[in-house]
């Protein structure tokens, strides 16, 4: 049977559709091309859309689709992709070349800010022109974008640029609130130009998102916005260095520039803020959770968004408003636990039951035993934590939870407490959930609890041939290599052996037994693995900590430094390593000579450290360059922090610099010259006692003739 003539495959259809379009202008294509692309997004954007009108949905206002403002032509991307690489480089001559690059820059930007703010490839160049913006620029960049907030902290990329304005625009508040002549200056010569506060400017932002903050709250952009919000309005700091925050997302990429000028440390202080801004908290917590009832708000301690923002509205409103503000009826805290007294059969009860094991709502019963009025948390700890401590310990999620309540118990608590735990210390070491064992440590440090059962069950937990092995406890392991020569080698993973140094410093952190652990080990490591730890990046954090301890004997600092001779010059070469050595310098104290040693030494290595960044540092904190030139001066200036009286000169040479050195090498020319200066002090000094002794007996043999004559 004959079949119908038909051409396979997508080439012809590919050839076809070349053809119809081949008489096509260049530009008509491109623009082509452009819609093609804009169809597409808002094709795929309309899928996830939320309705196109505001809708109340449980009780929470959602506001309707996101407005679209346009994409930028292909020559505006180009020249903003370029200016993002040249501000990312920051390669300028001088301040006032990359402050004129701003300038245009901004000026090509004019009326532009949405498009860029919405854009995948451009987004970056707003959040890096932020950073490098003065206050005008913030301002001006603030206004351009006021009436749009509540759509652009719901987008994908624009979220990151509102988070990075309201970041750093706040220190402006604070700066306005001290100097108001600030805010009431205009900041150009145009007449047209409206004079406006920050403060004005943020609470016009906050006035938009206002009816929507419960859907705020749990959108997947919005939330972070909304944190970062609530925090410039507290006055909080924006960033907490080594501590799990609920600002911002870890996997958010951090934009910068590099070699920026700009300093950090305003982001990790408080701030001082206006009335308005604590007026306007008190609102957004009180809208935030309005007309949402108990089991909503228990549903969003187990939301992966709203969590992290219910966290932060708890500790606020404690925080901010006093303790007992848990005592009123429209708080989070009453909503979350409503039942009074809270006791086994209430549903108060098994909502903290069931968030103690769950990886999302153990976060938030961390935050409420962290910030409970004490009444409250004894009420919870007593019955449903008192008698369960050492249970909590042993599983991965609940530890978490118990540590948060070990830093708020008594001392007789704490005793109880730690009763229960020892037990679990050799399950606990083999797991390596050593955080706990940390924390308790810690408390009774500051409670004064004795440590002597911890110690007990820890030298049995990381025992080994030679007793206790801070090895162990390190996660290092010492193996023979093919030449026969041992090696440390690491066996596990990075948290755990994080977890392993900072149990090491905590113990070190105790007088007594507990500590004496750490240091006898390490005095017995031995030259070639004490080398291994000192250049180990997280295991040599612990040995700083003993060699600067105030609980080390001079002893163990003696001995432990001892085993670095011949190696300090390695060691200053290596990133790790270079930190040991600067605690050398204070591990020290008592021991001049053996300070004197150590100098000695990277004197030896002078040229390869010049030659190493690390080593330069190292070079400068032991004070070199005036150890080299007037080798007196640096001893008199070092013999103050040595802890005696001087330095004692080598034992081989007797008071003089040796004729040839430890190393072996020959003394350089102006060693020499050093040594007969020296030698020449010493004998006039010699000379000088010897005319003294001389004058004074002639003087006393002249008064004994005097005396004879005159009976």
């Known amino acids: 049977m004959p079949k119908d003539n038909k051409k396979r495959g997508r ?10 379009h081949e008489d096509l202008e260049e530009g008509s294509k491109r623009h082509k091309k452009v819609d093609d692309v804009v169809i597409v997004e808002h094709a795929l954007a309309a899928e996830d859309a939320p309705p196109p009108y505001d809708e109340i949905v449980d009780g929470v206002t959602r506001p309707g689709a996101l407005p679209y403002f346009g994409m930028l032509d292909e020559d505006e991307q180009e020249y903003f992709k370029r200016a993002d690489e040249l501000l990312e ?9 990359r402050s004129l690059f701003l300038e245009n820059v901004y000026r090509e930007a004019d009326g532009k800010e949405l498009k860029i703010a919405n854009s995948q490839s451009c987004s970056r160049l707003m959040e890096r022109l932020i950073l490098l913006s003065n206050p005008t620029q913030l301002k001006s960049l603030f206004q351009k974008f006021s ?32 100097k108001p002549e600030l805010a009431n200056t205009p900041p150009s010569s145009d007449p047209d130009v409206v004079v406006v506060s920050m403060e004005n400017l943020f609470i016009y932002a906050l006035a938009e998102l206002e009816g929507y903050l419960g859907f705020l709250m749990t959108d997947r952009f919005a939330s972070h916005v909304l944190r970062v919000l609530l925090v410039v309005l507290a006055g909080k700091p924006l960033e907490k260095p080594n501590h799990k925050s609920v600002v911002q997302s870890k996997r958010k990429e951090k934009i910068g520039v590099s070699g920026s000028e700009k300093n950090k440390e305003w982001l990790l202080e408080d701030r001082a803020v206006p009335k308005s801004f604590l007026d306007a908290l008190e609102k957004v917590i009180n809208d935030s959770v309005s ?14 968004t709203g969590n992290p923002t219910l966290q932060m509205l708890l500790q606020l409103e404690l925080g901010q408003f006093g303790k007992s503000r848990a005592k009123d009826e429209t708080s989070i805290i ?3 636990l409503p039942d009074d007294p809270i006791s086994e059969g209430t549903e108060s009860a098994s909502f903290i039951n069931g968030l103690v094991y769950d990886p999302l709502g153990s ?5 409420i035993i962290e910030n409970a009025p004490g009444k409250l948390f004894k009420t919870i700890h007593k019955e449903f934590f008192k008698e369960r401590m050492g249970s909590l310990a042993r599983n991965e999620i609940a530890g978490y939870v118990a540590a948060k309540i070990l830093e708020r118990l008594n001392k007789e608590d704490l005793e109880e407490a730690m009763r229960q735990m020892v037990d679990q210390i050799p399950g606990l070491v083999e797991r390596n959930r050593t955080a706990i064992l940390k924390t308790l440590i810690e408390r009774c440090a500051v409670r004064g609890v004795d440590t002597t059962p911890i110690k007990a069950q820890l030298e049995t937990a990381y025992g080994g041939i030679n007793g206790f092995e801070v090895t162990r406890m390190l996660k290092l392991v010492e193996t023979p290599s093919e030449d026969g020569k041992s090696e440390a080698k690491h066996i596990q993973s990075h948290p755990e052996r994080v977890h392993g140094s900072l149990l090491a410093q905590a113990m070190m952190s105790v007088p007594g037994p507990l500590g004496n652990l750490i240091f006898d080990s390490f005095a017995r490591l031995g030259t070639h693995l004490s080398v291994q730890v000192a250049r180990d990046t997280t295991a040599s954090r612990a040995l700083q900590a003993a060699l600067i301890s105030p609980h080390a004997s001079v002893i163990f600092r003696r001995k ?3 085993q670095f001779y011949g190696h300090v010059g390695e060691l200053a070469l290596d990133p790790a390593g270079s930190r040991v050595v600067d605690s050398i310098w204070q591990g020290t104290h008592g021991l001049a000579f053996i300070r004197e040693r150590v100098a000695e030494e990277l004197a030896e290595n002078e040229a390869s450290l010049r030659e190493s960044y690390v080593g330069r540092a190292v070079w400068r904190n032991w004070q070199m360059d005036l150890y080299r030139r007037r080798r007196a001066d640096w001893v008199k200036q070092s013999k103050w922090t040595a802890g005696n009286d001087g330095f004692q000169s080598f034992p081989e040479s007797n008071g003089d610099i040796p004729a040839k050195l430890k190393s072996g090498r020959q003394p350089t020319a102006i060693e020499l010259a050093r040594q007969r200066h020296a030698a020449a002090k010493v004998a006039q000094a010699k000379k000088n006692t ?17 005396s004879v004559i005159a009976q």
């Open 147 to 178: 009436g749009n907030f509540l759509s652009l902290v719901q987008h994908r990329f624009a979220s990151h640029c509102c988070e990075a304005l309201f970041i750093h625009a706040a220190p402006i508040v604070t700066q306005e609130l001290s």
């Open 11 to 20: 080439r012809e259809e590919l050839k076809k559709r070349k053809w119809e």
């Open 363 to 367: 976060r938030l019963l961390e935050t």
């Open 690 to 706: 010897k005319q003294e002794k001389h004058t004074s007996s002639s003087n006393d043999k002249g008064k004994g003739n005097a």
């Open 334 to 336: 009453h909503r979350l």
């Open 291 to 304: 007309g949402l009832d108990t089991s909503y708000l228990r549903a969003l301690a187990m939301h992966p």
């Open 560 to 562: 432990m430094i001892q």
């Open 89 to 97: 480089l920051n390669q300028f001559g001088d301040a006032e070349e």
